[in-house]
């Protein structure tokens, strides 16, 4: 598989000329050993951290956003309906010819004979498909992150608010800072 999988949708970073970040991202303190740890700067505002541990084997890419530096953050799928899938990189150059694309990340896994997300997908304040039980992270209608359990309100708008983009994800990885007690290295809690 290539490094930009099929997936079913994308959270995308588009970003405007403003912004003055020159530095990467700190450094991350993590409780496993790190083989290697390399930093760059993207974008104003937007740092890339790839991160190698043997331990795991883990090869993590880490997106730093700064959402005060004129990036806004979407949700993007290869169609204005749920069903369907695309590669990543496809979803991502489509995208880049209504906006400037700055980076993409995979969110939500998704039925394997429909396309269709297993969790809520909201774009532009449509929601594509509900939510289910697991975390979502949202963009409220300020352009700020959120991260919890969403459901369907009688309107079919979502509570506890209604986000402007929501994907979802698993497992619940953190909370307030903290890796979540639940997080097994297998994707299941």
Do not use: Y
């Not at 990467?24 to 890339?48: E, I, K, T, W, Y």
């Not at 993590?60 to 949700?75: E, G, K, P, S, Y």
């Not at 290869?78 to 496809?90: C, H, L």
């Not at 774009?123 to 969403?150: C, E, K, S, Y």
């Amino acid at each position: 598989m290539s490094r930009a999988a099929t997936g079913a949708l994308a959270l995308v970073v588009a970003g405007c000329a403003s912004g003055t970040r020159t530095e990467p991202a700190p450094r991350f303190v993590l409780p496993f050993p790190v083989d290697s740890m390399r930093q760059s700067v993207v974008a104003p505002g937007v740092g890339h951290t790839f991160i190698h541990s043997s331990q795991g084997p883990w090869a993590i890419q880490v997106l730093d956003v700064r959402l005060d530096r004129c990036n806004t953050i979407v949700a993007a799928k290869g169609a204005p309906v749920a069903a369907g899938r695309r590669k990543t990189s496809e979803i991502l150059r489509g995208l880049d010819s209504t906006r400037d694309v700055i980076g993409g990340v995979n969110a939500d896994f998704f039925s394997l004979q429909t396309g269709v997300p297993t969790n809520a997908l909201v774009m532009n304040g449509r929601v594509l498909t509900p939510p289910t039980n697991w975390p979502l992270f949202v963009m409220d209608a300020q352009d700020r992150p959120h991260i919890g359990v969403f459901s369907t309100r009688a309107d079919s708008t979502l509570a506890p608010f209604h986000p402007r983009e929501a994907v979802g994800g698993r497992p619940w990885l953190a909370r307030d800072s903290v890796i979540a007690p639940e997080v097994d290295t297998t994707g299941q809690a």
